[in-house]
């Protein structure tokens, strides 16, 4: 029995030390090269859409995102994953940056709503809501010009998103009944907003929302499920023949790594290859 | 006399009258629970005919053949490519990686829950165990994500998104699945098996692990099967951890996109053959379920036939 435990606590002490071994292999591996990380969305996503587009990742035809990246499916989760992994890189709505994470700088511009709004940081795109054409939805109707109003326009950018310049004055008709949305989940914070004021001015009529995605969004509108898309890229070509879009708001899309990274600007062109996967490790670029 | 005879027919009818009403009510229940039963039947065949029909637009587009064994799936390029092979082979790797974790686990901590256990301790465990089932799939989601993947990248290898971490996650998501069936069909072998292999002078470990449990091997097996269907089903936990690269992993500690996952991912967006694509991707992912419940049956029907033990 004394033998058995003998032979037990030699084995136990071997697996320890031979994994201890085995750790530090790889951690040495590790110090050497630096893997990155690439964070991207689902395709549904309209910040993916935006990105992909600006970035140059899609020709419009075939998306050349790097096969081995990461795909999460929401905005948050894009952050929770960039909080807890050294390596990694994604993107983000300049709105939905935690303290948590790190915005790079790109092109030497700083990723801000004044750089947005006066056109120096290049990656951004629209908050658009959408409408069918041809049908007339009076709630629908009144909601998007509260939306586009100024006091709608008072309530983006206290979100922190870049106003539309000369937005008309809004009144509200005092309507009863219900109005549904679905799309973006880049916009769930400032229609949130939005949809508190306007129940604020129009006590009768109920807000449904649902955040499903752009595309997923537009989807149901089109199929007559909701009564307002809402989208985080421009309408493609096609789906503007039956939808009316109207843009609310500019978002810039930030570039994000992690607190511990030591890299704070990055190139347009950099950004572009390590989504393609062109460029696999941190190492290359801070050697630049 | 007349009176009395009268009074007593009109008690016999009533008499009749209340078997006949209770005949119908005991007759209305029976159809009752028939209904439900059919019900659950009901459910299952419409589930199955829907979702079939659904793959069948892509199943004839695509070929069958292609669809399994292609590996690209660009569902948004000009022109689309469909092609599941690496989401099946993603399903089966971590559903393979649950096992290679789970099992052993599973199987010695029924064995201990079952033939070493205090009686103090047993009731703890049970509880455990229980709980360990209860937990919602996204919690272990959130562990796996927290706790899990930071661990794989930090001391092992990669960006921890990975085969290993929904492995990982997956083998314990299966633990109670195992356990509970393993411990009830080693309790359930014959105390007579153990005693006599005491008697030939076999020590207690050898009394189990060479009498015991190749007596509830078949239950065991069940055991393991159930928890192959709860992994492979899994989705939620396996979204957040295993990074979903629409890649075929070529070690541990690559990314791996499972059918339940590309589902998942997909689903709320996807228009025209993309969607068939993905009700055929679900079709698949049934298909194998379908065939481990067979397998399943097949070993409780052989163990029926081998004298009901487990």
């Given at each position: 029995?004394?033998?058995?435990?003998?032979l037990?606590?030699f084995g136990?002490?071997l697996?320890?030390?031979c994994?201890?071994?085995?750790?530090?292999a790889?951690?040495q591996?590790k110090?050497?090269?630096r893997?990155i990380?690439?964070i991207?969305?689902?395709?549904?996503s309209?910040t993916?859409?935006?990105f992909?587009?600006l970035m140059?990742?899609?020709d419009?035809k075939?998306n050349?995102?790097?096969?081995?990246a990461?795909?999460?499916s929401s905005?948050?989760?894009v952050?929770?994953?960039v909080?807890?992994d050294?390596?990694?890189?994604g993107?983000t709505s300049?709105?939905?940056?935690?303290?948590?994470?790190?915005a790079l700088t790109?092109?030497?511009?700083v990723a801000k709503e004044?750089?947005?709004?006066n056109?120096?940081?290049?990656i951004?795109r629209?908050f658009v809501?959408?409408t069918?054409?041809g049908?007339?939805?009076p709630?629908?109707?009144d909601?998007v010009?509260?939306i586009?109003?100024?006091?709608?326009?008072a309530v983006v950018?206290k979100a922190?998103?870049?106003?539309i310049?000369?937005?008309?004055d809004y009144?509200a008709?005092n309507?009863?009944g219900?109005v549904?949305?679905?799309?973006?989940?880049?916009?769930?914070?400032?229609?949130?907003?939005l949809?508190?004021e306007y129940?604020?001015?129009n006590?009768?009529?109920k807000?449904e929302?649902?955040y499903?995605g752009s595309?997923a969004?537009?989807k149901?509108c089109l199929e007559?499920k909701?009564?307002?898309?809402?989208?985080s890229r421009?309408l493609?070509?096609?789906?503007?023949?039956k939808?009316a879009g109207?843009?609310f708001?500019l978002?810039g899309?930030a570039?994000i790594v992690n607190?511990?990274?030591?890299?704070?600007?990055i190139?347009s062109?950099?950004?572009?290859?390590?989504?393609?996967?062109?460029?696999?490790?941190?190492?290359?670029?801070t050697a630049? | 006399?007349t009176?009395?005879?009268?009074e007593k027919k009109?008690?016999?009818?009533?008499?009749?009258k209340?078997?006949r009403?209770?005949?119908i009510?005991e007759?209305?229940?029976?159809y009752?629970?028939?209904?439900?039963s059919?019900m659950?039947i009901?459910?299952?065949l419409?589930?199955c005919?829907?979702i079939f029909?659904?793959?069948w637009p892509t199943?004839?587009s695509?070929?069958?053949?292609?669809?399994?064994?292609f590996?690209?799936?660009?569902?948004?390029d000009?022109?689309?490519l469909?092609?599941i092979?690496?989401?099946i082979?993603?399903?089966?790797?971590?559903?393979?990686?649950?096992c290679?974790?789970?099992?052993p686990?599973?199987?010695?901590?029924a064995?201990?829950?079952?033939?070493?256990?205090p009686?103090?301790?047993y009731?703890?465990?049970t509880?455990f165990v229980?709980?360990l089932?209860?937990?919602?799939s996204?919690?272990?989601?959130?562990?796996?994500m927290?706790?899990i993947v930071p661990?794989?990248?930090e001391?092992m290898?990669?960006?921890g998104?990975s085969?290993l971490?929904?492995?990982v996650?997956?083998?314990?998501?299966?633990l109670?699945?195992v356990?509970?069936v393993s411990?009830v069909s080693?309790?359930a072998?014959p105390k007579?098996?153990?005693?006599?292999?005491l008697?030939?002078?076999?020590?207690k470990?050898q009394a189990?692990f060479?009498?015991?449990i190749p007596?509830?091997?078949?239950?065991?097996?069940?055991g393991?099967i159930?928890?192959?269907?709860?992994?492979i089903?899994?989705?939620?936990a396996?979204?957040m951890?295993?990074?979903?690269?629409n890649?075929?992993?070529k070690?541990v500690?690559?990314?791996?996109r499972t059918?339940?996952a590309n589902i998942?991912?997909?689903m709320?967006?996807?228009?025209?053959?993309?969607y068939d694509?993905?009700?055929?991707?679900?079709a698949v992912?049934?298909?194998?379920i379908l065939l481990?419940n067979?397998?399943?049956?097949?070993?409780n029907?052989d163990a029926n036939?081998?004298g009901?033990?487990?």
């Amino acid at each position: 029995m004394n033998r058995k435990v003998l032979l037990v606590g030699f084995g136990l002490a071997l697996a320890t030390v031979c994994s201890g071994f085995f750790v530090s292999a790889f951690a040495q591996g590790k110090a050497k090269k630096r893997e990155i990380t690439v964070i991207s969305r689902e395709e549904s996503s309209g910040t993916r859409g935006a990105f992909d587009e600006l970035m140059k990742i899609t020709d419009g035809k075939t998306n050349m995102l790097f096969e081995e990246a990461v795909i999460v499916s929401s905005t948050d989760e894009v952050a929770s994953k960039v909080e807890v992994d050294k390596n990694a890189i994604g993107y983000t709505s300049i709105g939905a940056i935690t303290p948590k994470v790190k915005a790079l700088t790109v092109d030497g511009v700083v990723a801000k709503e004044e750089n947005v709004k006066n056109g120096t940081y290049k990656i951004s795109r629209p908050f658009v809501v959408a409408t069918r054409t041809g049908t007339s939805l009076p709630i629908a109707a009144d909601f998007v010009a509260f939306i586009a109003s100024k006091s709608g326009q008072a309530v983006v950018s206290k979100a922190g998103y870049i106003p539309i310049d000369g937005a008309p004055d809004y009144k509200a008709a005092n309507l009863t009944g219900k109005v549904t949305l679905s799309g973006s989940t880049s916009v769930e914070k400032v229609m949130e907003k939005l949809k508190e004021e306007y129940h604020k001015l129009n006590s009768n009529v109920k807000v449904e929302i649902n955040y499903n995605g752009s595309s997923a969004g537009i989807k149901d509108c089109l199929e007559s499920k909701s009564d307002i898309a809402m989208s985080s890229r421009e309408l493609k070509p096609e789906e503007k023949t039956k939808l009316a879009g109207t843009t609310f708001a500019l978002d810039g899309i930030a570039v994000i790594v992690n607190k511990t990274n030591e890299l704070s600007a990055i190139k347009s062109e950099t950004v572009t290859k390590i989504f393609k996967g062109e460029l696999r490790y941190w190492n290359d670029i801070t050697a630049q | 006399m007349t009176d009395a005879k009268e009074e007593k027919k009109d008690k016999t009818d009533n008499g009749e009258k209340e078997i006949r009403i209770a005949a119908i009510k005991e007759r209305g229940a029976e159809y009752f629970f028939l209904l439900c039963s059919l019900m659950s039947i009901g459910a299952v065949l419409l589930i199955c005919f829907f979702i079939f029909r659904g793959a069948w637009p892509t199943i004839k587009s695509v070929g069958l053949w292609h669809f399994l064994t292609f590996d690209k799936w660009k569902p948004t390029d000009v022109p689309p490519l469909f092609g599941i092979f690496n989401m099946i082979a993603g399903s089966v790797y971590v559903t393979l990686g649950a096992c290679v974790i789970g099992v052993p686990v599973g199987i010695f901590s029924a064995v201990y829950m079952a033939k070493y256990c205090p009686y103090r301790i047993y009731p703890v465990m049970t509880q455990f165990v229980s709980l360990l089932a209860g937990i919602p799939s996204i919690i272990y989601g959130f562990f796996g994500m927290m706790l899990i993947v930071p661990f794989i990248a930090e001391y092992m290898s990669g960006n921890g998104n990975s085969v290993l971490a929904a492995s990982v996650v997956l083998g314990i998501m299966i633990l109670p699945t195992v356990i509970k069936v393993s411990e009830v069909s080693i309790r359930a072998v014959p105390k007579a098996y153990f005693e006599g292999a005491l008697a030939l002078g076999a020590t207690k470990e050898q009394a189990i692990f060479f009498v015991g449990i190749p007596a509830a091997k078949s239950g065991i097996l069940a055991g393991i099967i159930l928890g192959i269907g709860r992994a492979i089903g899994e989705t939620m936990a396996v979204v957040m951890v295993a990074g979903n690269s629409n890649i075929l992993p070529k070690s541990v500690f690559k990314s791996v996109r499972t059918l339940t996952a590309n589902i998942v991912l997909e689903m709320g967006y996807a228009s025209d053959a993309h969607y068939d694509a993905i009700v055929a991707t679900g079709a698949v992912l049934f298909l194998f379920i379908l065939l481990l419940n067979m397998v399943l049956n097949f070993i409780n029907r052989d163990a029926n036939a081998a004298g009901g033990l487990s």
